[in-house]
């Protein structure tokens, strides 16, 4: 539908004003709030993350992009929780304890709202017990860690271990992420997945949404 791809087309723009007057103009024109989540703001926010990945724009662009969505978001948020429908899961992010950076951390909580989840961010320097605590809580398919110095990965390690003591490893999946941390060390530490960029972390975080 025309309208749909205008508003994804307004999300890549960054044109917060205009995107909640077209999700109500779709609305009116009978589209469903799912089609228009789906169709529209998530559509525009895909399209946005993969022009970031490969570099045809940047931070900037990307949180215009999401104060647009956002506003389109607020719109659409009572109809879809009166028609019942569910996220595509929800995930717990947060810097590693120690950690007080949170650029890129914020960055892919963007993102993955942007895809359809529900997130629960626990900022910075978020303790090994706090991270699953709130997963636990919250009833998180995955949990997001992010490091930007060596002297806080260890945590994310502790994150892994702790899930496994309590027998949630198979339940609730681990993605981790940061200047300092590789696929090699998420491997040795027994992660489920490894995010390059916010990009790539969101990719990664359907699939183990998907698989949970």
């Known amino acids: 539908m ?39 703001l998530i559509a525009g926010m ?9 570099h045809e724009i940047f931070l900037p662009d990307v949180l215009l992009a999401a104060k647009a969505m956002y506003a389109g978001l607020d719109v659409l948020k009572p109809l879809l929780e009166r028609a019942g429908v569910a996220s595509r899961g929800r995930v717990v992010i947060g810097s590693v304890q120690g950690d007080l950076h949170d650029i890129g951390k914020n960055l892919v909580g963007i ?53 496994k003591k309590e027998n949630l490893g198979g339940r609730i999946k681990t993605i981790i992420g940061g200047a300092p941390v590789s696929r090699d060390y998420a491997e040795e530490i027994g992660a489920d997945a490894y995010g390059y960029d916010c990009a790539q972390a969101v990719e990664r975080v359907k699939e183990l949404a998907a698989a949970s």
């Open 2 to 40: 025309e309208i749909l791809k205008q508003i994804a087309r307004t999300i890549e723009e960054g044109d917060a004003a205009a995107v909640p007057r077209l999700v109500g103009e779709a609305l009116a024109a009978e589209s469903s709030a799912k089609a228009v989540l789906d169709g529209g």
């Open 46 to 54: 895909n399209a946005v993350g993969e022009k970031f990945r490969v």
């Open 111 to 163: 993102m993955l709202k942007g895809a359809g989840f529900e997130v629960i961010d626990l900022g910075s320097d978020v303790s090994a017990v706090g991270f699953v605590a709130a997963a636990r809580s919250h009833e998180a398919r995955v949990i997001g860690m992010s490091a930007l110095l060596t002297t806080t990965m260890p945590v994310m390690k502790e994150v892994v271990d702790l899930l």
